[in-house]
């Protein structure tokens, strides 16, 4: 399975973005699906993950209320919905896949995911 991620670009702050990231094959029940960002000279920083059975969601403090994860089974493709861009946000975006999680929480740490897609650059001017 590849990932292929679109919906970068260039926004203005208080703008916003919608990401998406489609799988090239099934995405099976238990995997997990999320999102990473990395700012220039800043260490890989989780985003937010969810279960594909059930949908169920984790993010990182500082985009709570902003940003939704979501998915479309049929599709095999993950959303993030970005809102209120703010210039702390500019990063390349990665999707992830974690495969056979086995039943263990949301991880946050990069480690835990199998597979990476190749990055959406998003920027927000001020």
């Known amino acids: 399975v590849q990932l292929q991620a679109s919906g970068g670009g260039l926004v203005q702050a208080g703008g916003s973005l919608r990401l998406s990231c489609a799988a090239s094959?099934?995405?099976?029940?238990?995997?997990?699906m999320g999102w990473f960002r990395q700012a220039p000279g800043k260490e890989r920083e989780f985003v937010a993950a969810?279960?594909?059975?059930?949908?169920?969601?984790y993010y990182t403090d500082s985009v709570k209320g902003r940003v939704t994860i979501s998915r479309d089974n049929a599709k095999n493709t993950v959303f993030l919905q970005m809102n209120s861009l703010k210039p702390e946000d500019t990063a390349v975006y990665y999707c992830v896949v974690r495969q056979n999680p086995s039943r263990t929480p949301l991880a946050t740490s990069s480690g835990f995911y199998d597979l990476w897609g190749q990055g959406t650059q998003v920027t927000v001017s001020s």
């Open positions: 969810l279960t594909w059975r059930e949908g169920r969601t």
């Open positions: 094959g099934p995405i099976y029940s238990n995997w997990h």
